[in-house]
């Protein structure tokens, strides 16, 4: 049997999908299984040892583009690559216009939501069987019962994302007991303030650990060097791909971060994680896994510095 994923985007929802592919596997063990996925985030499909093959695709880039000859004879690429092999089931897990397109590119049986289901209605009209999963249950268990729902086989297997870290040199970092502290994300509304950063990183500091703030963008950076600049022992490092923030984040000892991909990335490397939730609600989205996970917070309703330590204390004292 040959499989193709499609879920492109964002960095949470890919890493919501890693467990049907772990499910995939367990149920047909010798299926050879490719992945469609936004170029930027092609290296966490590659960390599940079930994936044969990762299909980037650059929507993100060739939007930005789209006048370029570049971009046209890039696209022509991406369709040639898509739709040399033949797939059994090309399943698409987004439920949007643009991923049910690609997956159209592709040749196979088309699945994916119905249109009461899926995230765009309009998406279902380019499957060739649509399944009526619930909209009220977490992402992962969505994406998990339209995969058994589209191959036909019972869902009661353990939850697995199925990755580890790879094997990057951190000698960089130095101190036993790590913590990292997510404090960048894709929306301001999103933030948590910096003055609680600091009150929360001066609190774990004293309670021995060395705190590492990974940051992407120059603004990002910025704000994790104010905050670093007053904990007794904090380290900014330099710009990390994802698998080197991977290698960061399996030696921490605790993650807490606000409603980003690389607090769902914690949660799928059984890290003990706190998400913090200040502008979202993570009842269908939050930090979800068979580790330590907790979500505090909710949409205008942002967690105290108190609130959090209580749960970072049930970590440390383990």
Not at 15 to 33: G, K, M, Q, W
Not at 115 to 139: C, G, K, M, S, W
Not at 213 to 240: K, M
């Amino acid at each position: 049997m040959r499989i193709l994923l499609v879920k492109t985007s964002s960095l949470g929802d890919v890493i919501h999908n890693l467990p049907v592919l772990s499910d995939l596997r367990h149920v047909f063990p010798e299926a050879l299984i490719d992945w469609c996925v936004e170029e930027s985030f092609a290296d966490i499909p590659r960390l599940h040892p079930a994936v044969d093959q990762v299909i980037p695709v650059a929507l993100r880039r060739w939007r930005r583009n789209p006048g370029r000859l570049a971009t046209w004879r890039e696209l022509r690429d991406f369709r040639r690559l898509i739709h040399r092999q033949a797939y059994d089931i090309v399943l698409d897990t987004q439920g949007l216009l643009k991923s049910a397109l690609i997956a159209r590119q592709a040749q196979g049986r088309h699945c994916g939501y119905a249109a009461e289901a899926a995230r765009e209605p309009l998406a279902a009209r380019f499957y060739d069987q649509t399944f009526v999963i619930p909209r009220n249950v977490h992402a992962v268990q969505r994406n998990r019962w339209l995969a058994a729902a589209a191959f036909d086989y019972p869902l009661d297997l353990p939850l697995d994302y199925g990755i580890s870290a790879p094997p990057i040199d951190t000698g960089w970092l130095r101190g036993d007991r790590l913590g990292v502290l997510l404090t960048a994300t894709s929306r301001d509304d999103k933030l948590w303030d910096e003055g609680r950063w600091c009150e929360l990183g001066q609190a774990l500091c004293e309670r021995g650990l060395t705190l590492v703030l990974p940051a992407g963008n120059a603004i990002e950076r910025q704000r994790a060097e104010r905050i670093a600049a007053v904990l007794p022992a904090a380290v900014v490092p330099p710009p990390l791909s994802l698998p080197q923030v991977a290698a960061v984040i399996a030696r921490a000892s605790l993650v807490i971060g606000v409603d980003t991909g690389l607090a769902h990335l914690t949660a799928a490397l059984r890290v003990p994680v706190i998400a913090l939730y200040i502008a979202t609600d993570p009842a269908l989205t939050g930090v979800h896994g068979s580790g330590f996970v907790r979500n505090l917070g909710a949409a205008g309703a942002p967690p105290s510095v108190s609130e959090v330590l209580t749960v970072a204390e049930h970590v440390l004292r383990r």
